[in-house]
């Protein structure tokens, strides 16, 4: 199947000569975490479709079912206006040069203005060839160790989308799960303050007399810092009934 009428709003994720079929599968499912469904196959070693490249695919089949197959590198990108070539290692040609993160975020400008976008990923053994890479607007390099700078096919892709989808979905970088409950009001928190300083005077906590002041403060404090829920709140409440229940005393 050939895609070259665009529909699509993200990037072409451009596979170059890739060599197995679960590698193509798996940047499928990669590109399809992420929301991405455009991939063009130039030249499988392995022939296409391929059997093995559905299985691996796992639930990301419409990416592969909607896949286009070219026969060179120049056919893929034709309708292309700007295009990122992946690479892992200089290669001598003068270009720029961008992390993932703001290759997807000038990716998203360039489409939002109408461009169309493609990104090459080389083959799995040696990568993009210069002359792949000597087709390309910019280049995408990763930080990774540059004792082991060598990424899989699908891992290479997955950097790709991941950022790609970061740029346009707006994420909180942290959020609290309610289970179930809500943060506890200053006034819970007051009245569970007065409840454990009322245990802790019976039992003859504060002592000696010239430090409970501090004493008391110290504890106002950490009920302070703790983010406690409603639920927490009852359930040290409920503590402290029960070890007075225990101790035989009326609560």
């Known amino acids: 199947m050939d895609d070259q009428d665009w529909d699509g709003p993200g990037p072409a994720m451009v596979l170059v000569r890739p060599q197995m079929g679960e590698n193509i599968g798996a940047a499928a499912r990669a590109m399809w975490n992420f929301g991405l ?45 700007y295009v990122f070539a992946t690479t892992a290692r200089g290669r001598g040609l003068t270009k720029p040069v961008m992390t ?23 083959p799995e053994r040696a990568g993009l060839e210069n002359e792949d890479v000597a087709r390309a607007n910019a280049i995408i390099s990763v930080p990774v160790n540059p004792a082991f700078p060598s990424l899989n096919l699908a891992q290479c892709v997955l950097l790709v989308g991941y950022e790609w989808r970061r740029q346009s979905v707006v994420t909180p970088p942290e959020v ?10 200053a006034i819970e928190i007051e009245k569970l303050g007065d409840h454990f300083e009322q245990r ?19 504890l106002r404090n950490m009920w302070s810092r703790m983010a406690l829920t409603r639920a927490d709140v009852q359930t040290l409440h409920g503590i402290l009934r029960q070890l007075v229940r225990r101790n035989g005393r009326d609560t």
């Open 37 to 81: 469904d455009r991939m063009r196959i130039v030249d499988p070693r392995d022939g296409w479709p391929n059997s093995r490249a559905v299985a691996m695919a796992s639930g990301a089949g419409r990416v592969l079912d909607q896949a286009g197959l070219f026969a060179t590198v120049p056919e893929a990108l034709a309708d292309c206006t």
């Open 100 to 122: 993932p993160e703001r290759a997807m975020e000038h990716a998203r400008e360039l489409i939002g203005q109408g461009q169309k976008v493609g990104v090459l990923f080389g």
């Open 176 to 185: 609290m799960e309610m289970a179930k409950t809500e943060f506890a009001e």
């Open 200 to 218: 802790l005077e019976e039992v003859g906590f504060f002592f000696p007399d010239h430090k409970a002041p501090g004493m008391k403060i110290n």
